[in-house]
């Protein structure tokens, strides 16, 4: 019986941190889902500091600029499958003091299948990058694989501000 203490209290230590995670995970959600409910163009950008394509993203000054120059959008970049929110790299690229701009960890880290976050607010995320464009709490547009072309960015923000029918 005294082998079993130890397993039974490492087992209810793992569902605890479980329904911790889970719980911060909706907690984030519900703040991300407040941010984007509003009539203003919201930018959802989920990213890793370890992830090629988004430094790729941010040389050459490309989400800096991007962000100075739509200062009616918000910026909401949530760093996924990392431990660290990687405000560091972000500094280095001129990215996190602008007023539109808002970051956040994503509390599940890992980056194994089977364990990883594939959903958030209830849509798929498969791969880093990923950037959702939102207007009054609708996803108006999602480039769910990869690398982004900050001119098409742009044209799905100015598609964004018409009204459309719901």
């Known amino acids: 019986m005294k ?3 130890p397993l039974l209290l490492m087992l209810a230590a793992a569902v605890s941190l479980r329904a911790t995670d889970d719980s911060a995970v909706r907690a984030l959600e519900k703040e991300v889902a407040a941010i984007t409910a509003g009539p203003r163009i919201t930018v959802v950008h989920f990213w890793a500091p370890w992830c090629s394509n988004c430094k790729t993203e941010l040389a050459n000054h490309g989400w800096s600029t991007f962000i100075d120059s739509n200062f009616d959008v918000k910026f909401v970049f949530i760093t996924a499958w990392n431990a660290e929110d990687g405000r560091a790299l972000l500094k280095q690229n001129d990215v996190g003091g602008q007023e539109n701009f ?3 960890l994503h509390p599940n880290a890992s980056r194994k299948a089977g364990e990883k976050m594939t959903t958030f607010m209830g849509l798929p ?4 990058p990923t950037t959702w464009v939102f207007k009054d ?3 108006r547009y999602a480039l769910n694989y990869g690398e982004l072309r900050f001119p098409i960015l742009q044209q799905l923000i100015r598609d964004s501000e018409d009204e459309w029918k719901h």
């Open 102 to 104: 808002q970051l956040f």
């Open 3 to 5: 082998r079993f203490i």
């Open 137 to 139: 709490g609708q996803l």
């Open 125 to 128: 995320v498969s791969w880093l």
